[in-house]
């Protein structure tokens, strides 16, 4: 048995970004930058108006002004130059012209009958955005690694990055073994029960960045998943495999992983839920995962362990946020032996409670849960009040 830390350091270690590819600005969220990004453009490129009103010279506001040009934003200012007594009627985000600095606010300005102009504000600011206030030409404005939310999107439109470089998604396949599983939309009897981990998987991995997809289940039958796990892992960069990896007469996937030619770096974790967690690779660049099947441990292992692992294919260091509480009631333990993830929710903003919780077979609960507080190997007791990170979950 490994510890947590050295289960997480064999998968990071053995991770290799997969290859780039050029995707349109639109397919771009949630993708990895694989190249630095550099600004051939200042951004904003001209001396750009934050306000509409006017567009004089300061040393003019206490005087009358006389308006000489009408400038929208996409038009060029008619008027070359904005002199003594002039200004110009400009709209947010029009060029300011030559000689004006500062932008008086429509609603700091007066207008006199005869149409000039009269500031009637104590002081203004200038209401203009020089040219390269954003970005200047040349800046590296983002980086290899970095993920591509909403706002990369409109900094890469805003650069003329329509296609970006990113790195290619994991693809991942997912198998769902246990002679007791049926579809999600089968109707029960004895001693079936209806297979969630398949999906639960599968949008996990999606949610990390992956294509996902399920192979659907196979029974306790030696032949069947190793058929099913030597397609799979043809097929995708990533194979994980629920259930089938404890200590059952019919836990045999392990065996099978290596006689599908997978080298298993471990098979066992001193981790709590998710034990029997077990991990190898392949010759030919592929990874593979057998996983509990108890649906809160197969959730947990994903989270703690693949989850960095898709990132890092993706060309990404994942760096989970932590936020600091208070624990609300005690939290004990007899074995102390595995680092123990307990799903938590906050009560009010600085403090969080251990949900209720019967065992990882209980999917439900986890529901309840806002993130995870990890209690260390050979800890039995984390105080109430005691101070705690919280790991949120749904981020
Ligand atoms: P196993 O890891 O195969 O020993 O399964 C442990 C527990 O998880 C058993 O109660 C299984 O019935 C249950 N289980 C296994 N696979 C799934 C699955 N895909 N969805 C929901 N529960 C499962
Ligand atoms: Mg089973």
Redesign the pocket.
Known sequence: MVSFEQALDIVMRSAVEREAERVPLVECFNRVLARDVVSDTDIPPFNKASMDGYACRRADLGGPLTVVDVIPAGKLPAVSRIRPGECAKIMTGAIVPDGADCVIMVEYAAVDAGGGIRFTGFDTDDNICPAGQDVKRGDTVLRRGELIRAPHIATLATLGCAEPLVFKRPTVGVI???S??VEPCARITGAQ??????I?IAVQAANAGALARSYG?VG?DRQLIRARIRQALDENDLVIV?????A?D??F?PEILEQCGVTLLFTSVAMKPGK?ATFGTTTSGGYCCG?????V??FIVFELLLKPLIYKLMGHVYTPPAVRAALGTAFRRSRTERREAVPVKFIDPATVVPVEFHG??H?NSLCGADGLVFVPVGTGELKQGAPVDVRPLWT
């Open positions: 769902a073994t246990g007791e599983l029960i209806r297979d969630s981990n398949s639960q289940i306790d629920s259930g089938g990896v404890s059952g019919l836990d996937v029997p996983m509990p099947g108890n649906p441990s197969s990882s077979a999917i």
